[in-house]
């Protein structure tokens, strides 16, 4: 079963094999193929090695009803935006993944569309119920903005230091602030604050008084 299973949703079924458990699971719920993870609890038994009864099988979500929603309705949005052979699947936890031959728009200016199309999805999601935000990958975009963030984290920890005075980054979203407080808590030279409200919201980092631009600090490991 996934790491992200939600037992409250799942059903057992009884069936001949896991393609007639899964299509029974499916007219229960109502979920489409694809969202549901079969598991067999319990092999029937078999008389004179012959005759059988049903295996008994249990179906769990692979995503929340919240994440579940929001890959829906990016579908409906992507369509829309004409990006007809972009595909969102399902990833851990609340992360929805984008495949396909149109994703490269998404990705240019350092993935300024896929954060947009991010913002704008969970905008959607909360006007019409409140849930946790839902992130959007693509093509390994996080991993490149993780270690984008963590130089620049480290740069401006360096400016901050060496002119004694605060160093302010761009403007994040609060995954990416995150990203740069993680990536500098261990020094001990310097402090991250975020500041501003909304889109404008950023990190900022303080040199700590009596550490000069030389001053000791723990980096964090690599």
């Not at 079924?13 to 694809?34: F, I, M």
């Not at 890959?71 to 699947?89: A, C, D, N, S, Y």
């Not at 704008?120 to 849930?131: A, D, F, K, S, T």
């Not at 605060?166 to 261990?186: K, N």
């Amino acid at each position: 079963m996934p790491e992200y299973g939600y037992e409250d949703e799942s059903v057992v079924v009884e069936a001949s094999n896991e393609e007639e458990a899964l299509a029974a699971a499916l007219r229960q719920t109502g979920l489409a193929p694809g969202e549901m993870n079969i598991e067999l609890l319990e092999e029937g038994r078999k008389f004179l090695g012959i005759l059988g009864g049903k295996n008994t099988y249990q179906a769990v979500p692979v995503a929340e009803p919240h994440v579940r929603k929001a890959k829906t309705l990016l579908g409906e949005f992507l369509e829309h935006m004409g990006l007809i052979h972009v595909v969102p699947q399902y990833s851990e936890g609340r992360t929805l993944t984008l495949t396909g031959e149109d994703t490269e728009p998404l990705l240019q200016e350092y993935g300024e569309g896929l954060r947009s199309l991010e913002y704008l999805l969970n905008i959607m999601l909360r006007n019409r119920e409140p849930g946790p935000w839902v992130r959007l990958e693509c093509e390994g975009y996080r991993e490149c903005r993780t270690a984008k963030l963590e130089q620049l984290a480290e740069s401006a920890a360096e400016r901050a230091v060496g002119r004694r005075r605060p160093a302010s980054l761009e403007p994040m979203t609060s995954w990416e602030r995150r990203v740069v407080h993680l990536a500098l808590r261990e020094r001990t030279d310097i402090e991250t604050r975020s500041s501003g409200e909304g889109s404008e919201r950023r990190v900022v980092v303080w040199p700590k008084k009596n550490n000069g631009p030389a001053g000791s600090r723990s980096r964090r490991r690599r």
